[in-house]
């Protein structure tokens, strides 16, 4: 069993729900570790002071914020903690909302939230509201010495809580650097992207999904460790401006043989989308 993460409450209207946070995602990442290629040792980080190039201990190091060029207001833990007032250990909720409208952008991290000390029966009912309403609550609280805006929903047996990046998080499309608009696609290349995507539209299941490069990476250092060489792929070519047409029909193509070797048919094109579609059928 996992050891909750945080304690604190869910407060909507007048209503208390003791909760406890829990992980509910766990890495995965193959833990590569720093060594000198010489002499293959570890490599250690140290904590330098600049001024008096010696290494500190940790109980010497604090936290500050610079005000103006060399000057910083230096912030305790407490000090940092007391800004978080009265309501340190609560997730106010301000708004019920469709889980619909929320941009999957805006979601960050997955945690379980579980009923607290003598939080069952108010945890059972927030969790019955949210998952008869199908909402998801939008609150915030500060976790970890930050600020969260957070979703809430109910899964099948607990309630999730998602924490969320805000608004002014988000870096403006305008500011990336783009190469000026070019030729656009045509009529006929978009609709036979469209006939690739009604081909390999399917529902979604995760469990199908593998990470197949954690796989590849575990064998290449297997096969490393056994003596063998090992080369870097070639780069693949990107598709030029004036080969995506055929790139689409090769694509439907290849998806139409894999189909037929699975047996399965993953097209869920609306009714009388074919009819629709027909006068382009002749280019693949």
Same mark, same amino acid.
């Given at each position: ?16 729900? *003791?909760?406890?946070? &829990?992980?509910?995602? +766990?890495?995965?990442? $193959?833990? @590569? ?10 490599? +250690? ?11 500190? /201990?940790?109980? !010497? $190091?604090?936290k500050g914020f610079e005000v103006s060029a060399g000057t910083y207001v230096v912030l305790s833990k407490e000090e940092v903690a007391a800004a978080d007032g ?6 106010? $909720? =301000? ?26 029966? /108010? &945890? ?5 509201? @949210? ?24 899964? +099948? =047996? ?14 403006? +499309?305008?500011?990336?650097?783009? /190469?000026? *608009? ?22 979604? =299941?995760?469990?199908? &999904?593998?990470?197949? &490069? ?7 250092? !297997?096969?490393?460790?056994?003596? =063998?060489?090992?080369? *870097? /792929? ?43 579609? !027909? ?6």
């Amino acid at each position: 069993m996992p050891r909750s993460l945080w304690n604190g409450t869910v407060a909507f209207g007048l209503v208390r729900v *003791p909760v406890k946070l &829990y992980t509910a995602t +766990e890495s995965k990442r $193959i833990p @590569l570790r720093e060594r000198h290629v010489n002499d293959g040792a570890a490599i +250690e980080h140290r904590r330098i002071c600049v001024k008096e190039q010696r290494e500190v /201990p940790h109980g !010497e $190091i604090v936290k500050g914020f610079e005000v103006s060029a060399g000057t910083y207001v230096v912030l305790s833990k407490e000090e940092v903690a007391a800004a978080d007032g009265t309501e340190a250990r609560v997730v106010d $909720i =301000e708004h019920f909302v469709s889980g619909g409208e929320i941009d999957p952008a805006y979601y960050e991290r997955t945690y379980y939230l579980g009923p607290g000390k003598l939080g069952d029966e /108010p &945890y059972r009912l927030l969790h019955a509201a @949210l998952k008869r309403s199908g909402r998801v609550a939008i609150g915030r609280f500060v976790f970890h010495n930050k600020a969260h805006l957070v979703a809430i929903r109910a899964l +099948e =047996e607990v309630i999730a809580l998602h924490t969320m990046r805000f608004a002014d998080e988000f870096v403006p +499309e305008a500011e990336l650097e783009r /190469p000026a *608009p070019g030729k656009e696609p045509t009529k006929l290349e978009i609709e036979t992207a469209q006939l690739l995507l009604d081909q390999l539209d399917s529902s979604f =299941e995760p469990d199908t &999904y593998a990470n197949t &490069y954690r796989d590849a990476v575990m064998e290449l250092i !297997e096969r490393k460790a056994r003596g =063998e060489a090992v080369e *870097p /792929p070639e780069a693949v070519p990107s598709t030029g401006a004036g080969d995506l047409l055929s790139a689409l029909k090769a694509s439907i193509q290849n998806s139409g043989r894999a189909r037929k070797r699975t047996g399965s048919s993953r097209s869920r094109a609306p009714a009388g989308s074919a009819r629709k579609r !027909e006068p382009t059928r002749e280019a693949h």
